[in-house]
């Protein structure tokens, strides 16, 4: 599932008339790079939330076979849009933000080959000194393969999830971080390395100079 929905504040002025993930990146809209991340790791069923202005991302994302999912009249976040979604989805699921830059392993393909049967969540981190655009402090910290939050390590956008349970949150709009939180509390909030280079492209500033050289 591709998180679609967002508003993309972060974006200015580009975002005004037109959805964050279908913002040029080297040629193309930004969910197309997603898109064939997920072909690339021989994913068969593709889904997107969308909402911010869905009748200018929709079309462009049926037309390359992507299942939408219209979030309306509310815009649910990450963790609501997921619990919604569910229905749809297997479990565990992939998820993946489409405003991120990688260079390396493909990640959804690396998620999968990391994922342990016994884990309700495997998010995919970096070290600092992979990452760029990132001036705010680390996310989570690493132990074996248990994570926690505090420490250095940086959420890239990209994990393969348990949904069953979802239902802890009784909220209906929220934010994956409070189910993060939820599956800690278990010890069942697990991480893993992603062994190349990531950037945060969510900012007008950062598309500018993804399109200008590919982050290495």
């Given at each position: 599932m591709i998180f679609a929905a967002g508003f993309g504040t972060r974006?200015?002025?580009?975002?005004?008339?037109?959805?964050?993930?279908?913002?040029n990146l080297r040629g193309k809209p930004m969910i197309d790079h997603a898109l064939e991340l997920a072909k690339s790791a021989n994913l068969e069923t593709?889904?997107?939330?969308?909402?911010?202005?869905?009748d200018r991302i929709a079309p462009h994302l049926q037309h390359h076979g992507v299942q939408v999912l219209h979030?309306?009249?509310?815009?649910l976040d990450t963790g609501g849009g997921l619990k919604a979604a569910r229905t749809?989805?297997?479990?565990?699921?992939?998820t993946l933000n489409p405003d991120c830059d990688w260079t390396g392993a493909n990640p959804l393909a690396y998620l999968l080959?990391?994922?342990q049967e016994d884990m309700q969540a495997l998010l995919l981190v970096v070290r600092p000194e992979r990452a760029k655009?990132?001036?705010?402090?680390?996310?989570?910290?690493?132990?074996?393969t248990h994570l926690a939050r505090g420490g250095d390590m940086i959420y890239t956008g990209a994990q393969l999830i348990r949904t069953e349970r979802l239902d802890a949150i009784k909220d209906r709009v929220f934010s994956l971080n409070a189910y993060w939180d939820h599956l800690a509390s278990t010890n069942d909030l697990h991480g893993t390395i992603y062994p190349g280079h990531w950037?945060?492209?969510?900012?007008?500033?950062?598309?500018?100079?993804?399109?200008?050289?590919?982050?290495?």
């Amino acid at each position: 599932m591709i998180f679609a929905a967002g508003f993309g504040t972060r974006m200015d002025d580009l975002t005004h008339d037109t959805p964050k993930p279908m913002l040029n990146l080297r040629g193309k809209p930004m969910i197309d790079h997603a898109l064939e991340l997920a072909k690339s790791a021989n994913l068969e069923t593709v889904f997107a939330n969308t909402h911010y202005l869905h009748d200018r991302i929709a079309p462009h994302l049926q037309h390359h076979g992507v299942q939408v999912l219209h979030e309306t009249p509310d815009i649910l976040d990450t963790g609501g849009g997921l619990k919604a979604a569910r229905t749809h989805l297997t479990s565990p699921t992939l998820t993946l933000n489409p405003d991120c830059d990688w260079t390396g392993a493909n990640p959804l393909a690396y998620l999968l080959d990391q994922w342990q049967e016994d884990m309700q969540a495997l998010l995919l981190v970096v070290r600092p000194e992979r990452a760029k655009n990132r001036s705010t402090p680390g996310d989570f910290s690493l132990t074996g393969t248990h994570l926690a939050r505090g420490g250095d390590m940086i959420y890239t956008g990209a994990q393969l999830i348990r949904t069953e349970r979802l239902d802890a949150i009784k909220d209906r709009v929220f934010s994956l971080n409070a189910y993060w939180d939820h599956l800690a509390s278990t010890n069942d909030l697990h991480g893993t390395i992603y062994p190349g280079h990531w950037a945060d492209i969510g900012t007008k500033q950062a598309l500018t100079q993804a399109n200008m050289t590919k982050y290495v």
